[in-house]
């Protein structure tokens, strides 16, 4: 044990030498480092050293000239004497503080004579370089925070022609670290770090790496002020360093530059950084098929943006749920709901699931086109519990699409799907089967089917009448045709005008006028004033049909009262049917005077 103490005593006499080279440090002595080291922890306890003040010695002369010292934990300790015999001396602990200047390094245990070289910031084998930058033992290049302070002003100014002879004349020591932290100031114009890029690029004791060019892909990238001149000239930087070093950029860095040209709007551009992916040695990430597809839809490059979403299906490296939902939303708004579906099954495959604002979206698009309603109608499938229960809607946008490319049956069977399983059919379900129905002249299951809407709860709107009234008139029979109407009266106190609009064209068609005009006249009885297409189908079959132009004036006189005002052929068209009618007159009076 004794000898132990005195190997330490040897370490401590050798480190108050060390320290006494300093000139004019801060009044404070060696605390921290004796109680939270190793070296402490091995001192005999104080009554074994004894308490004779004669066996005691003062390092006061040392410890004036101390600044600070900082043990490798960082810890502080309470206050305790040390004592040592054999004249090795006495540490007041109060005296002593913590430095980052003088540390031990963890291999220190008091025991090696050379140990005191183990106290970093002593070594001999430090240097320091000329241009004030401290190159530890271990080769480890320390920021010279002056220097740095000077390029960072000189980068956020307006550069002229002397900015790389302000750089050469700095006399910099370049390292990674520091050109990282110049590139990572703020308020720096994007031009600005280019020029800067460039220089250390052309320095032949500095070597290009990634971490560096990816900080100045991000400084670029993410200025809030993009420029575009500043993203392709990294683009052009990315693709010099790229052909020359291999394994310097990677997808990361381009994948900043496909995301600045989205931003952009440069489509183009940003495909001919995808496509570089291959010859820059980099493999795309799901990232990068994203925002590259993302790019190219924002300017309707949708023929590029589908060969981008082939690879990235047969790579199966499809985004998060959300991104997914947002590329099938774009495709969808560029009619292009079939690859939007593609997409959609791949991700279905994959266990994704796209918010279901998205999915609607698409089943509306596929809804729309004859061709692709049956892929809509599949997609219902996937519908269940709360989601299949809100999903009226896309039910009857699929319906609509059924019925329109007439496909009576399957709309009807998808119908009453919906009324066992749900979600319940609402009033638009029900109003496109029965216009479906009454165009199909199938008027009876129209009307049966009006009957089943009232039985489940539903009240038909004045739609649902004017479709079954319209069906009627088109085949002829309009006692029918008054019969719905007569309902529709019941049950809606105002009717609309194309109500009334269509029977009146039925029985013109029909040669009833006195009927057509009775009808006109009770269309004020409900609430409903005739415009201007119910008076000009009228006296337009009235002087075609009947030569009846006297009525037709009569009916001018009343649209002039109204404030309507009838076009100008129709008018002309009265003129003329009198005019032929005084002409015949004429000849009539003229052959019978003969």
Not at 123 to 128: I, K, L, R
Not at 288 to 298: E, I, P
Not at 303 to 316: E, G, H, N, P
């Amino acid at each position: 044990m004794w000898r132990s103490i005195a190997s330490r005593t040897s370490f401590t006499a050798t480190f108050a030498r060390k320290l006494s080279s300093f000139q004019n440090p801060p009044s404070q002595v060696i605390h921290n480092f004796l109680i939270s080291s190793s070296y402490y922890s091995h001192f005999p306890s104080r009554q074994h050293l004894g308490k004779s003040p004669h066996q005691i010695h003062s390092f006061s002369s040392h410890s004036s000239s101390i600044s600070e010292f900082e043990t490798e934990n960082h810890d502080s300790t309470s206050s305790e004497e040390v004592e040592l015999e054999n004249g090795a001396g006495f540490v007041d602990t109060h005296d002593v503080i913590s430095s980052k200047e003088f540390r031990l390094t963890p291999e220190f245990d008091g025991n090696d004579e050379n140990n005191d070289s183990q106290i970093v910031g002593f070594s001999s084998n430090d240097q320091e370089l000329e241009t004030g930058e401290r190159v530890s033992s271990e080769g480890v290049s320390e920021i010279d925070f002056e220097k740095l302070k000077n390029v960072e002003s000189l980068l956020q100014n307006d550069l002229d022609g002397s900015f790389e002879s302000s750089l050469d004349g700095m006399l910099l020591t370049l390292n990674e670290e520091f050109v990282v932290r110049v590139l990572q100031t703020p308020l720096v114009p994007g031009d600005n770090l280019i020029r800067f890029f460039k220089w250390i690029s052309s320095r032949n004791d500095f070597k290009v790496t990634t971490v560096v060019l990816s900080e100045l892909a991000r400084a670029i990238c993410n200025d809030p002020g993009l420029k575009r001149i500043d993203v392709y000239a990294l683009w052009d930087l990315a693709k010099e360093i790229g052909e020359k070093e291999s394994c310097v950029v990677n997808a990361e860095i381009l994948n900043q530059l496909i995301a600045a040209f989205s931003k952009l709007g440069k489509g183009k551009a940003a495909f001919e950084v995808f496509g570089k992916f291959e010859e820059l040695e980099c493999i795309p990430n799901v990232e990068s098929y994203y925002l590259t597809m993302q790019a190219l839809c924002r300017r309707s490059f949708y023929d590029w943006s589908t060969s981008v979403c082939q690879k990235m299906l047969d790579a199966r490296m499809l985004p998060e749920s959300e991104k997914v939902g947002e590329l099938i939303s774009l495709y969808c708004k560029g009619h292009r709901s079939r690859e939007a579906h593609v997409i959609y099954l791949a991700a279905k495959e994959q266990n994704r699931h796209p918010p279901q604002k998205a999915v609607n979206f698409l089943i509306s698009c596929l809804s729309k086109v004859d061709d692709t309603v049956s892929l809509a109608q599949e997609m219902l499938v996937d519908f269940s519990g709360d989601v299949r229960k809100h999903a009226i809607n896309p039910f009857s946008w699929v319906i609509r699409g059924l019925c329109r490319k007439k496909d009576i049956a399957g709309a009807k069977k998808l119908f009453t799907e919906m009324t066992v399983k749900g979600p319940p059919p609402g009033n638009a379900a029900f109003n496109i089967i029965i216009n479906s129905l009454s165009k199909a002249g199938d008027l009876d299951d129209a009307k049966e089917m009006m009957k089943l809407m009232e039985s489940r709860g539903l009240k038909p709107d004045v739609y649902t009448y004017s479709v079954i009234i319209s069906g009627y008139v088109k085949g002829g029979m309009m006692e029918e045709a008054r019969k719905v109407l007569s309902m529709a009266r019941k049950n809606h106190p105002k009717l609309c005008p194309t109500t009334f609009h269509t029977l009146i064209r039925g029985y013109c068609k029909l040669g009833e006028f006195d009927k057509a005009l009775k009808l006109l006249s009770e269309m004020k009885d409900y609430g409903v004033v005739p415009n201007v297409d119910e008076y000009n189908k009228l006296i337009q079959s009235l002087c075609l049909e009947s030569l009846d132009w006297k009525t037709a004036e009569k009916l001018l006189e009343e649209m002039k009262e109204k404030g309507l005002y009838l076009p100008g052929i129709t008018r002309g068209l009265i003129s003329a049917v009198k005019e032929l009618e005084q002409e015949a007159v004429g000849s009539e009076k003229e052959h019978a005077k003969s």
